[in-house]
Structures are given as structure tokens and as C-alpha cells.
């Protein structure tokens, strides 16, 4: 199987451009691995598609406000540095622009927080460097949150780019899956018998990229730092073993936890803290997810592999086609699947 299988033609007009309705009122597309079938529905009727005994699995992972802006202190040339992974205090590893004039050594200062300094320790590819920050704590107050490129509008309310059940700081992009969940519909599923529980993992931008090698084998895919505690690693295999559903809300979700399985050497998953790089495509075995609600992926990405991977190639290709011809939206603020 090549990358280019994993394309696909999608309308600019569909690409979601930013919020449009109430978190659990876009539009979601049933698509039934048994069967074959396709059903339209609204998101708040996921409800009637979960059955009481059942184990939701969310990432909790909180979006940093990564974007930061500056200029060189030598030349004053404007700067733009979005934070991708904490390696130690203050040190991160970062996309820099323009790449090509930051080089190791050169110091750039931060707006909107006097004093503060970004140096460039280290260079890596594809516009990539290693930087420490003299106070870390300043990009919770003048950090602007990275959304997509895609996304030209500012957000008039930043917090619609966290999920609702958001909890520790560390992605620089959201698991989008969870954008759809309001807490009144998250009571509902509780309310209902369903339960609950938070992994982590933190979210790079790697994971969105689309994969440019011809065979999808040779793409590297970079680490992610992944949580699952010892008591949601017990409420996972418990219901494994008692044959409960496990429904995880987004591709993080599953990386993250069928990582922890491939780790695991006592039960069906342990607890598991540490680095994910888990790539999964088609002929891929699944441990714990036996259903997944997520969102309609970039072509030629990592996570449409991975549903392609969970679904079925054909099915997954049948249903894109489906949601371009019925004016689906697409992406981070666009609508969602659930794969049954």
C-alpha cells in the first residue's frame, strides 16, 4: 500500500474555518464496520449509539499557547517560534522563521514580556532548532494559540480550541476528537451508565503532517509524551476482560493507550508514562479500542491511516467520499465519525 491510496479530493469550502455551531451540534456520520452502512445524525445523537457498561478513553491533554513572536536582537528582524516539545526546563524544541537566519547563537526577544530572551542552542531539519527561553512561565500570558494553517480568523473565545475536559498543559495542537463534547452531554453518557476515563498525550504537529515518503513504512513519525495511570490502566482492562466496550474519543486516544499495551507484560495494558511513537496502518492488530469517535483527517496523513487501519480501507474510503459529496466539514473545527 502506497500514500498515495491514503489521497483524496476535498473542496477548499469544506476545510473548517472556524467554529459554526454549539460544540455538540455538528453533524456525524455513523460508519457501521459490520454492516457497511453509513448513517447521518447529529453529534448530541452519539448518546443513542452507546450502550450503559461501556468505557470512554479521552485525552485530557491541554493546548499550550505555543505561538510565540520576536525580533533578532541583532538586525531586529521579525521572528515567529511555535513551541513543540518541552525537553527540561526551559529548553524546547521549536519551529522557527525564518529558519534559514536563526542560527545557533542568535538571541531573539520575546513581545509582550520585557526581558524575556529565546536562544537558539541547537539545529535540527526541516526548520526545526533546539531553544532555551530565559522564563518559560511568560508564554501562559503572551503565547498565542497555535491553530492550524488553515485557520486564518483569531478565536474570539480561546478556550474553544480546548476540549472541555482539558487538564495539564503540554499539546501544541488539540485532540480535536473531544472539541465536539459539552458538559451537559458528557453528564448525559454518564447519567447513562457510560463511564469515563483520561489518558494523555501530549499532541505535536508531526502527528497532522501529511506523510510525503511513497511507502507509508518508511515514515518516521515523532515521540509524543503519553500518561496512562494505574487506575485507568485497571478500569481499561477490567472492562477488557469482562467484555465491555472500550470507545476511544480520538486518534490520541488510541495511540496511547494501544502503545501501553504493546508494552504491557501483566494484564491486557499496565500503566504505562513515557514516550509514544506508535504509527499504526492497515493489518495493524488492535488490543483495546473496539470502537472510535474521531474526526475526518488530512489526505495523506497519519491518522487516516489509522482509521483506515481500525475500519477497513474500502469503508473508510467509501465513507470520505460520502462526506465530501454530503458537504461534511472537514478538520480540526469541522464534523465527526464514529466508527461502530
Given at each position: 500500500?502506497?500514500?498515495?491510496?491514503?489521497?483524496?479530493?476535498?473542496?477548499?469550502?469544506?476545510?473548517?474555518?472556524?467554529?459554526?455551531?454549539p460544540r455538540d451540534h455538528s453533524r456525524l456520520l455513523i460508519i457501521d464496520?459490520?454492516?457497511?452502512?453509513?448513517?447521518?445524525?447529529?453529534?448530541?445523537?452519539?448518546?443513542?449509539?452507546?450502550?450503559?457498561?461501556?468505557?470512554?478513553?479521552?485525552?485530557?491533554?491541554?493546548?499550550?499557547?505555543?505561538?510565540?513572536?520576536?525580533?533578532?536582537?541583532?538586525?531586529?528582524?521579525?521572528?515567529?517560534?511555535?513551541?513543540?516539545?518541552?525537553?527540561?526546563?526551559?529548553?524546547?524544541?521549536?519551529?522557527?522563521?525564518?529558519?534559514k537566519r536563526l542560527k545557533v547563537g542568535t538571541v531573539i526577544d520575546i513581545?509582550?514580556?520585557?526581558?524575556?530572551?529565546?536562544?537558539?542552542?541547537?539545529?535540527?531539519?526541516?526548520?526545526?532548532?533546539?531553544?532555551?527561553?530565559?522564563?518559560?512561565?511568560?508564554?501562559?500570558?503572551?503565547?498565542?494559540?497555535?491553530?492550524?494553517?488553515?485557520?486564518?480568523?483569531?478565536?474570539?473565545?480561546?478556550?474553544?480550541?480546548?476540549?472541555?475536559?482539558?487538564?495539564?498543559?503540554?499539546?501544541v495542537a488539540a485532540p480535536t476528537a473531544g472539541l465536539h463534547y459539552t458538559?451537559?452531554?458528557?453528564?448525559?453518557?454518564?447519567?447513562?451508565?457510560?463511564?469515563?476515563?483520561?489518558?494523555?498525550?501530549?499532541?505535536?504537529?508531526?502527528?497532522?503532517?501529511?506523510?510525503?515518503?511513497?511507502?507509508?513504512?518508511?515514515?518516521?513519525?515523532?515521540?509524543?509524551?503519553?500518561?496512562?495511570?494505574?487506575?485507568?490502566?485497571?478500569?481499561?482492562?477490567?472492562?477488557?476482560?469482562?467484555?465491555?466496550?472500550?470507545?476511544?474519543?480520538?486518534?490520541?486516544?488510541?495511540?496511547?493507550?494501544?502503545?501501553?499495551?504493546?508494552?504491557?507484560?501483566?494484564?491486557?495494558?499496565?500503566?504505562?508514562?513515557?514516550?509514544?511513537?506508535?504509527?499504526?496502518?492497515?493489518?495493524?492488530?488492535?488490543?483495546?479500542?473496539?470502537?472510535?469517535?474521531?474526526?475526518?483527517?488530512?489526505?495523506?496523513?497519519?491518522?487516516?491511516?489509522?482509521?483506515?487501519?481500525?475500519?477497513?480501507?474500502?469503508?473508510?474510503?467509501?465513507?470520505?467520499?460520502?462526506?465530501?459529496?454530503?458537504?461534511?466539514?472537514?478538520?480540526?473545527?469541522?464534523?465527526?465519525?464514529?466508527?461502530?
Open positions: 500500500m502506497r500514500t498515495d491510496d491514503f489521497d483524496y479530493f476535498l473542496p477548499e469550502e469544506l476545510i473548517a474555518q472556524t467554529p459554526m455551531e464496520r459490520k454492516t457497511g452502512k453509513l448513517a447521518h445524525k447529529h453529534f448530541y445523537d452519539i448518546l443513542d449509539y452507546l450502550e450503559p457498561g461501556d468505557l470512554m478513553v479521552m485525552n485530557d491533554s491541554r493546548v499550550i499557547p505555543a505561538r510565540l513572536y520576536g525580533v533578532k536582537r541583532s538586525g531586529g528582524a521579525k521572528v515567529e517560534v511555535l513551541l513543540l516539545k518541552r525537553l527540561m526546563e526551559n529548553e524546547w524544541e521549536a519551529l522557527v522563521r525564518p529558519a513581545d509582550g514580556a520585557q526581558g524575556v530572551t529565546c536562544e537558539i542552542l541547537d539545529e535540527y531539519d526541516e526548520g526545526r532548532r533546539k531553544i532555551r527561553l530565559s522564563d518559560e512561565k511568560m508564554i501562559y500570558n503572551v503565547g498565542h494559540m497555535p491553530l492550524p494553517p488553515y485557520i486564518h480568523a483569531p478565536l474570539q473565545d480561546k478556550e474553544r480550541y480546548q476540549t472541555v475536559y482539558s487538564h495539564d498543559y503540554g499539546s458538559p451537559e452531554l458528557l453528564q448525559k453518557i454518564r447519567e447513562k451508565g457510560i463511564e469515563t476515563v483520561f489518558t494523555t498525550l501530549h499532541v505535536g504537529l508531526d502527528t497532522f503532517r501529511p506523510v510525503t515518503v511513497d511507502d507509508p513504512t518508511q515514515h518516521h513519525i515523532h515521540c509524543e509524551y503519553g500518561i496512562v495511570t494505574p487506575e485507568v490502566a485497571d478500569k481499561i482492562a477490567t472492562a477488557k476482560e469482562s467484555g465491555r466496550k472500550v470507545i476511544c474519543v480520538g486518534t490520541t486516544s488510541v495511540r496511547v493507550v494501544e502503545h501501553a499495551a504493546n508494552q504491557s507484560k501483566n494484564r491486557v495494558i499496565d500503566p504505562f508514562e513515557g514516550w509514544v511513537n506508535l504509527f499504526i496502518l492497515p493489518g495493524y492488530q488492535f488490543k483495546i479500542v473496539d470502537e472510535l469517535q474521531t474526526n475526518f483527517h488530512l489526505p495523506k496523513s497519519s491518522l487516516l491511516m489509522l482509521v483506515s487501519a481500525f475500519a477497513g480501507y474500502d469503508l473508510i474510503r467509501e465513507a470520505y467520499k460520502t462526506a465530501v459529496d454530503e458537504r461534511y466539514r472537514f478538520f480540526s473545527f469541522g464534523d465527526a465519525c464514529f466508527i461502530i
